[in-house]
């Protein structure tokens, strides 16, 4: 991507957001951490001198830079915040847009409506960034994913560019060790979710098992704000099983396809609320890894649309 000179004009300054936030979120997974980060570097911005301002030839890399530094911050404190979060901590789930009938966003006002969804932002993909050092996050997103060179990357990080490249390499041997050996295309993982969604309707539990993985895994985030359970479902069985006593105990819930991150998913809902926002991984035609995000904070953005 470039980062020339956007021009210190407000409509410039104001047009790098979209870009400022999708960076932070690839580096936070948190739409609310993201949007505060981006605001603390535009609070900057606006702080200095007039005369400084004009001095910088690219306001968007001079944002990016300083976005960059304080998502580094928060990484920093993330661990121990998250060591106190109840049960296990998931990204935050984008929707589409699109899928709403709500078209383009028309305005800046909800971060969420800013992103763009690709395969830098699979639940996937997001779990395996949160496996990197803050370090080897920063690095790797902004050189492989938004092709930032390693130079400007030391400007954020305070090192060398030879160790900011090595940062990356770290984090790219991650990224190819997560990685399941055999995939399947969208129209592969949408059709084993369609699946899924069916048997989880029916209440199928031998049908729920042959679609999953006998190692599956399944993770869900609660906050201690809603039921979930705080560890990880490991064995297809076992999540199958778990899968049929939230439909029984929750009768009216509704399941929509949708997509996840830009990946497809479910969304299940009752009377309007949405509950629950589920992505999944696929090997070889079978669900390996099921994400389900319940804590009400993270479905927000999902809350906010009048979903038909």
């Not at 004009?9 to 400022?20: M, P, T, Y």
């Not at 999540?239 to 939230?246: H, L, P, S």
Request: net charge neutral; aromatic share 6%; glycine share 8%.
């Amino acid at each position: 991507m470039s980062w020339g000179a956007a021009g210190t004009s407000a409509d410039g300054i104001a047009g790098e957001r979209r870009q400022l936030i999708n960076v932070a979120y690839r580096l936070l997974g948190s739409v609310a951490e993201s949007e505060d980060a981006v605001q603390e570097a535009y609070t900057r911005w606006y702080a200095l001198p007039r005369g400084r301002r004009d001095e910088i030839a690219s306001p968007g890399a001079w944002l990016t830079t300083v976005t960059g530094r304080i998502c580094l911050d928060v990484l920093g404190s993330a661990r121990a915040r998250r060591e106190r979060y109840v049960g296990a901590w998931l990204p935050d789930p984008l929707p589409d847009r699109a899928e709403w009938g709500l078209g383009p966003s028309t305005g800046l006002a909800d971060p969420a409506d800013q992103m763009v969804l690709d395969e830098s932002v699979t639940m996937a993909f997001l779990v395996v960034l949160e496996s990197m050092t803050p370090a080897e996050r920063v690095a790797f997103v902004l050189h492989d994913v938004f092709r930032y060179p390693f130079a400007e990357i030391a400007a954020v990080l305070g090192r060398t560019p030879a160790a900011c490249k090595q940062l990356a390499a770290s984090a790219r041997r991650r990224v190819r060790a997560a990685r399941a050996p055999v995939s399947v295309g969208e129209a592969g993982r949408a059709d084993a979710v369609r699946q899924v969604k069916e048997a989880w309707e029916s209440k199928d539990i031998a049908a729920l098992v042959d679609l999953l993985d006998p190692a599956a895994v399944m993770t869900a985030d609660g906050g201690g704000l809603v039921g979930a359970a705080l560890r990880p479902i490991e064995g297809g069985a076992r999540i199958a099983q778990y899968m049929v006593a939230i439909a029984d105990k929750a009768p009216g819930l509704e399941l929509l396809e949708r997509s996840v991150n830009g990946a497809p998913g479910l969304v299940a809902r009752r009377d309007g609320v949405v509950m629950t926002v589920a992505s999944f991984d696929v090997t070889d035609g079978r669900v390996t890894r099921i994400w389900a995000v319940r804590n009400p904070e993270k479905l927000r953005p999902w809350a906010r649309h009048d979903m038909p």
